[in-house]
């Protein structure tokens, strides 16, 4: 009779659970990619730290996250192996086992800030009217895509030039600036007919995706080689005031920023800003 050796079944008790555990992700509607991923990260970490799943404890968590970080993993990897184990023990088995386990703050890339003569090309080289129109009117008021999509007409004073955003991030109304021009393309353009500014053809309003790949396509046509996403115009909103001496707290209210310095981080002093500075060591005579 051939014996199992206790390394054996420990190895079928955690393929047993993780199996559980994939039917349970299954179960919650997540997507293939996510529970391949979430059931991989929990199969590197039983292969750590060589456990029965019922005797894994916080300390052999916080072991194994430390371990990750001296491999230099990059931290968005690192979080989603937390949210995996997270996922496994806490939520799946009920053993709350994160409460003092954090994720890993991620450093945000430096918003992608396109020049004036780069939206220029965007807008002449689009053909298409609404399209046209949708990227002046995110230059112009620094909007998100996902508040530009909820923008009703009823939201619009083209008189005196402003939008007033709806519960925008952080569900807070605010006041944005429209460009004079913009207001007279825009009284021309309406339909009062629709409810909302931007609609689909088929009627109702926009998504982000379309609103993304408008953007996209546009800096295409302008032969812009990197990436191009609806966020860019918005960061530009915020540089090209800043280099026109608009005061940060006034660009702050516009972008709907509840802090100074998440406006701060949005803007970048133009190429022309940086050529127009004298070096200080230029100014030593030595």
């Known amino acids: 009779m ?40 929990n199969r590197k970490f039983l292969e750590f730290i060589k456990k029965n799943p019922t005797d894994v404890s916080s300390r052999d968590i916080k072991r194994y996250v430390l371990r990750l970080i001296a491999k230099k993993q990059k931290p968005k990897s ?11 023990y806490d939520d799946y088995r009920g053993r709350r086992l994160f409460a003092r386990i954090k994720r890993l703050k991620l ?7 396109l020049s004036k003569e ?24 620094g909007v998100r895509a996902g508040e530009l999509i909820n923008i009703k007409i009823k939201d619009l004073d083209l008189e005196d030039g402003y939008a007033r955003i709806i519960s925008g ?15 007279r393309d825009i009284a021309e353009y309406l339909d009062e007919n629709s409810r909302y500014l931007f609609e689909s053809n088929r009627g109702g309003k926009l998504t982000i995706r379309s609103v993304q790949e408008i953007i ?8 812009i080689k990197r990436r191009v996403y609806p966020h860019a115009l918005r960061a530009s909103f915020a540089t090209h005031l800043y280099d026109n001496d608009v005061q940060l707290q006034k660009i702050q209210k516009l972008m ?18 940086i050529d127009n500075i004298t070096n200080p060591l230029d100014l030593l005579c030595y």
């Open 2 to 41: 051939r014996l199992i050796s206790g390394e054996n079944i420990l190895f079928n008790i955690k393929m047993k659970q993780l199996n559980n555990f994939r039917e349970s992700l299954v179960l919650r509607g997540l997507s293939k990619n996510t529970i391949e991923a979430y059931a991989d990260a």
């Open 78 to 88: 690192i979080n989603l192996t937390i949210s995996a184990l997270k996922s496994f």
């Open 107 to 113: 450093e945000k890339p430096m918003p992608n800030v």
């Open 118 to 141: 780069e939206i220029k090309e965007m807008i002449d080289s689009t053909a298409n009217e609404k399209h046209k129109m949708i990227i002046k009117f995110l230059y112009s008021t």
């Open 169 to 183: 991030k952080g569900s807070k109304d605010r006041i944005t600036i429209i460009s004079k021009k913009l207001c």
């Open 216 to 223: 996209k396509n546009a800096a295409r046509k302008a032969k």
């Open 256 to 273: 709907g920023h509840s802090d100074y310095k998440t406006t701060f981080a949005y803007v970048k002093p133009s190429r022309l800003d």
